[in-house]
Every structure is written in structure tokens, then in C-alpha cells.
């Protein structure tokens, strides 16, 4: 005794492939479910290819473990936003980020927010002037030093300022609302950021390490690196980036960790 | 760099005790040079009289202002400070002691204390209540304050002069002043017009009653005037003052920009600051700048939140700043060169201020 080994016809108890449509021996249909024999998944979170999003650290509303599947093509997070909605922090615009796929890559696009994106930079990160990063709870913009003339006025007065010091680029804390907050021109090549004994120190800050980051100038090109900080460095992004398994983000307040089912 | 001659640790060239075993450093050049303000200038007749002129402190509030408490200073830096350790009159067994014999218990919890302390890091207890007490009667702001505005008799104004103060510290040329008013700059002749800094119209000074006055002529450099130490001053949105060689320009509270559809503008968090001092360093230029939180900042060479390492004419501990309902004030501590605020538009000279003006410093006698 033993068991067919195939969809039997309900109407003439042949043997029926999977993949017919049809009985061969009696012509009756057969149901959908028998014609494939396709695998699903228990759940939709096992699709490969598919990211979800993991909110590390978020909108009080939303609760943190919040994760997001991406299984649309593109997935709008915002403060008014359906699909990804932080409607209690006010750091994110009504349409923030677009999470969307390219074919199999997975990519965020800022819809042109006020505030921005910043992705965790993977040890070193090349900056531009105007590039603004996050180090612990703090944020801070790349400047360049100011172009002021040393020549006399028109009446051949010459301004009397403090000594000045060569400085290639500096570093301007912003605070929240949008002012400037602490300003550290470089001295050498290089401003050293932490909570302690640093070229800028936040020995308030809970969320930064000893030493966090530094930025460095080499020839005319700039790069952050961060120290193997314990809670990382996030660079804004310009424009779109491709995602991958591991990346961290903050939109707003809302840290984000993307995971990619292999 | 220091190497300390007895445990061999490398200090920082302005310490005066070895962070390794807190034996006493040898001193390099960490003396403040003089910034020709004479010596005796502590000797100065100075006037008792408050002016009313802003940027001083509100006679309402100077009293209180002056007599809020304030931390014990060393304004000259090169002042040895206790070098010897405090006798050991109860110490601990000597398995409990600490390695080395460079700290003393504490009176008040028996803690190991470095001998270059002078509060207790476990506790706080001052280690020289007694000498601290000393100092800070000595030097009750109070008595300055409350001093009678006796009324003087009009001056002799034939008499009214500015002192050039020379960079040793000795007199110079004296510029007489006269009854009505006496214009100042490059193009008055005299040692004046060799100062590139000094605008062709610089300052005009007159006499008001018995008290001198000297008004700004909307020149590019300004003028500038020593403040009182222990006398706070009040900062408005723009002050300039300097210490040392220093251009400091304060900025007052940073008031939070607009936001857009509801957006706040993300940043690091604001504790609640009072303003900003930025340093500056061209017309339209600052360079490095520090937000002032609600505790208020200390400035100092050596000692404070912002330091000028690098700037000899700024004392260890120069000048604070800080609030109280809800001004902003900036105080100096004593310092060897003093704190200077810029006039703005005019002010009333007290007699024997030292004015700046230019790259030369002027004391006003009359």
C-alpha cells in the first residue's frame, strides 16, 4: 500500500502532474492551489531580498522594536506619512525619506526634508564643506574659515583683531532651533571631538565616547573618521544612498536599523 | 613640557605641580608680562563714584551683584600658591594609605587628598578655611559699592590730561584735555597719528559737569575702558570687550529661528544659554566662539571654561561672566591687565581709567 504520489482528479481519480491545468483522462479542471507547488514562507519577514526597518530608538507614539517591512516598491516615512509615520517628532517634515527598491538594492532618498538623513559612517567618511554629522546627541557642520580682508579701510585704518591663528576649516556645533552653538577653528589639520581632553568636549553628553571623532584635513579634501565610538557617527546624506544589512539612520530623533533578509 | 625631577611624568608647560606625585614644577614663563599698566596701579586714585552710563551694572542691582558670593582668586598667576602639605595630625594606618606620600587627609572625611588641592575631592571641605577667610574680608566688594558719591569740586580742567602709559609700564606724553571738547586720532598730530589703528577721527572727549566724557567717532577700532575688578558689568547683544589681547564680542541669548510646516530645526540640545562670546578676529569675522550656559563661564590664561594659552597678557583667571535676573554681567577677577569694554557711543571716564585707544593705552587724570 502506498500513497499517489500526485494531485488525484476529484472527477475521474487520475493522476494529475503538478503544472496541468487540466485532467489528461477526463478533461476537468484543476484547482489552482494543486497546479504549482510553490513554497511559501511562514511569514512575509523571511522574503529574501526584502528589508525591514527596526526602530532602535524612537517616537514616543510609535514605541521603540517597532520594525517596518519593506515588501512595496517605495515606502514614505514622515511626520504625515502612511506607510512610515513618526507623527510625534517634530524634527521630521510631513514627508520625510523614501525607502525604495532599485531592482534588488535597497536605497533611501531624502524627499527634501528640513532636517535630513544621516546614515552611521563605517569608520571614515569623506566630507564637504557645509556637511553636517552627528556625534552622540550633538550636531555639527563643517565651515570653511571665513574670507575677511587685512587690508586698510578706504580713510587707511587697519582693523585691530584678535591674534590670529592659520586655520583650514572649522567645526560649528548647531543647536536645537537652528543657531550656532560652539565654533572650533582647527588648529593643525585636524579638530578631535569627545567628552573629554578633546579639541571640542562634551563631558554632558551620555551618548558620546571619550574620544568620538575627528575630523581631518589632508591636501584639500576632508574626511571624518570616527574613534570606534561606542554609539557611532551618522554623516547627512546628499541626495540618495544605497542601503545594506547592519546600516544604521537617523531621521530626526528616530534611530533606524536596517536589516536585509539574505 | 615639564619632565618632573622626581617621578619622571611629562606635565603641561603652565602646571605647577606634578599630576604624577604633586611634587612642586620649576616655572618657565607662565608670568604674565606686563601689558604697561604700572605697578602701582593699585595706588591709583579711582573715583568711588558708580557712573549710571551703560554698559555698567544697574545701581539697582549692583548691590546684591556685588555681594554674591564668588570664588576665592589668585589673579596673578605667578603667585606661588601652598606648596608645603598641611600637617597629618590623624593618618590613616599605613596599609591604607595610598602609594607615596604625597597626600593628607582630608580634616573632614579623612580622605587622601593631593597637597596641591585646595578642596577635598571627596568631600569639599576647604583645606584653608583659614586663610580663605582672610581673603575674602579683605576684599568685600560691598565697601565699594556702598561708598558715598561725595561731590567734588569742578576740576581744574587746565589740568585734565591723558597719561600715555608706555609698553614698560612708565609714563609718557600727557595730552592735555581742555574745558570744552578735544578731538583724538590720526589726523591730530602726535604721537597719534602713527597709530595705523586709530581712525583720523577717533574719540572726542568733554567734560560733563565734573566728569569727563569720551564719545566714539564711529571709528573702526573703538575705544576702550577698563572696568573695576570685582564690579559687574552689564553685556548687552554686541558688546565688545578685551582681555589680554583678546577681542571678545558677546552675543546675546540665541533666540530660536521659525520653523517651517510645523519643523523644528534638529540640533544639540539647548541648555538654556545665556549668549555666546566669540572671538574676533576680522570686520565681519569671528573664530572660535563658546555658548554661555545659565552657571555663567570663567575666562582665564590658564583657569576657567574658555582659555587663552597661548595669549601672556591674559592672568590665569582673568574674568567671568555670568547671570542674574536675567542680565547678563561680566565681572573681572582681579586680573594684572585688566578687562576693558568698548564704548559704545559714549561713556562717562571715571578719573584714572585707563582707556585704550588704538594700539595705545591712556590713563585719564584729572
Not at chain 1, 552627528?134 to 565651515?143: A, E, K, N, T
Not at chain 2, 559714549?346 to 582707556?355: A, L, R
Request: proline residues 8%; hydrophobic residues 35%; aromatic residues 8%.
Amino acid at each position: 500500500m502506498e500513497q499517489a504520489r500526485n494531485y488525484v482528479c476529484t472527477e475521474c481519480a487520475s493522476s494529475v502532474p503538478s503544472g496541468h491545468k487540466f485532467c489528461g483522462a477526463c478533461g476537468a479542471s484543476v484547482p489552482l492551489e494543486a497546479q504549482t507547488l510553490e513554497t511559501r514562507f511562514f511569514g512575509a519577514l523571511q522574503a529574501p531580498g526584502k528589508a525591514r526597518l527596526i526602530v532602535i530608538r524612537g517616537d514616543e507614539a510609535m514605541g521603540e522594536g517597532l520594525s517596518y517591512l519593506l515588501q512595496a516598491t517605495e515606502h514614505v516615512a514622515g511626520r504625515e506619512a502612511d506607510q512610515i509615520p513618526f507623527p510625534s517628532d517634530n524634527w521630521l517634515s510631513p514627508i520625510h525619506a523614501n525607502f525604495l527598491y532599485r531592482g534588488e538594492k535597497l536605497f533611501v532618498r531624502d524627499e527634501g526634508s528640513l532636517n535630513g538623513v544621516y546614515i552611521r559612517t563605517r569608520r571614515a567618511s569623506p566630507l564637504q564643506i557645509g556637511d553636517q554629522f552627528i556625534c552622540g546627541q550633538q550636531l555639527f557642520r563643517v565651515d570653511a574659515t571665513p574670507k575677511d580682508s587685512s587690508g586698510p579701510e578706504a580713510d587707511q585704518t587697519y582693523f585691530y583683531s584678535s591674534p590670529r591663528r592659520p586655520s583650514p576649516f572649522r567645526i560649528t556645533q548647531i543647536l536645537e532651533g537652528g543657531m550656532d552653538g560652539i565654533v572650533c577653528c582647527a588648529h593643525e589639520q585636524a579638530v578631535q571631538i569627545g567628552r573629554e581632553d578633546c579639541d571640542l568636549n562634551f563631558p554632558d553628553d551620555v551618548h558620546m565616547s571619550p574620544r568620538h571623532a575627528r575630523v581631518e584635513m589632508s591636501g584639500e579634501s576632508l574626511t571624518l573618521i570616527d574613534e570606534n565610538s561606542q554609539n557611532g557617527t551618522y554623516v547627512r546624506i546628499r541626495g540618495e544612498r544605497e542601503l545594506g544589512h547592519g546600516d544604521y539612520l537617523f531621521l530626526g530623533r528616530n534611530l533606524l536599523r536596517v536589516e536585509v533578509t539574505a | 613640557m615639564i619632565v618632573c625631577s622626581r617621578c619622571s611624568k611629562e606635565n603641561q608647560d603652565h602646571y605647577r605641580f606634578c599630576l604624577g606625585c604633586g611634587a612642586e614644577l620649576p616655572r618657565h614663563s607662565a608670568k604674565p608680562r606686563s601689558f604697561a599698566v604700572p605697578e602701582t596701579q593699585g595706588a591709583e586714585p579711582s573715583s568711588p563714584k558708580r557712573d549710571t552710563n551703560a554698559p555698567r551694572a544697574r545701581g539697582a542691582h549692583a548691590g546684591a551683584l556685588a555681594s554674591a558670593p564668588s570664588v576665592e582668586m589668585d589673579p596673578t598667576p605667578a603667585r606661588a600658591v601652598r606648596a608645603e602639605p598641611l600637617s597629618v595630625d590623624d593618618p590613616l594606618p599605613r596599609e591604607l594609605a595610598p602609594l607615596g606620600d604625597e597626600t593628607s587627609p582630608c580634616s573632614h572625611c579623612g580622605a587622601q587628598v593631593p597637597v596641591n588641592f585646595r578642596f577635598c575631592h571627596v568631600c569639599g571641605n576647604d583645606l584653608h578655611a583659614v586663610s580663605s577667610t582672610e581673603a575674602s574680608s579683605s576684599g568685600a566688594p560691598a565697601e565699594r559699592v556702598s561708598a558715598p558719591a561725595v561731590a567734588e569740586p569742578r576740576p581744574e580742567t587746565k589740568r585734565a590730561r591723558l597719561v600715555l602709559i608706555q609698553p614698560d609700564g612708565s609714563e609718557g606724553e600727557a595730552f592735555p584735555l581742555s574745558g570744552g571738547r578735544t578731538l583724538i586720532g590720526r589726523s591730530t598730530g602726535g604721537v597719534f597719528s602713527n597709530d595705523a589703528y586709530l581712525s583720523p577721527e577717533h574719540a572726542e572727549f568733554r567734560f560733563e559737569e565734573d566728569q569727563l566724557v569720551v564719545k566714539d567717532m564711529e571709528s573702526l577700532n573703538g575705544i576702550y575702558i577698563r572696568i573695576e575688578p570685582d564690579v559687574p558689568i552689564e553685556l548687552f547683544d554686541g558688546t565688545i570687550f578685551r582681555i589680554g589681547q583678546e577681542i571678545l564680542r558677546f552675543e546675546g541669548p540665541l533666540a530660536p529661528d521659525p520653523a517651517p510646516d510645523g519643523t523644528q530645526y534638529m540640533g544639540s540640545p539647548h541648555r538654556g544659554f545665556l549668549g555666546r562670546v566669540s572671538l574676533v578676529i576680522g570686520r565681519h569675522a569671528t573664530g572660535n566662539s563658546y555658548p554661555v550656559p545659565p552657571q555663567g563661564i570663567y575666562l582665564g590664561r590658564e583657569r576657567g571654561d574658555v582659555l587663552f594659552p597661548e595669549d601672556g597678557y591674559v592672568s590665569g583667571l582673568h574674568c567671568r561672566i555670568h547671570s542674574e535676573v536675567g542680565h547678563v554681567f561680566l565681572t573681572d577677577l582681579g586680573s594684572s591687565n585688566g578687562t576693558f569694554v568698548r564704548v559704545s557711543n559714549e561713556s562717562f571716564v571715571p578719573k584714572g581709567t585707563f582707556v585704550l585707544m588704538g594700539q595705545q593705552l591712556f590713563r585719564a587724570d584729572y
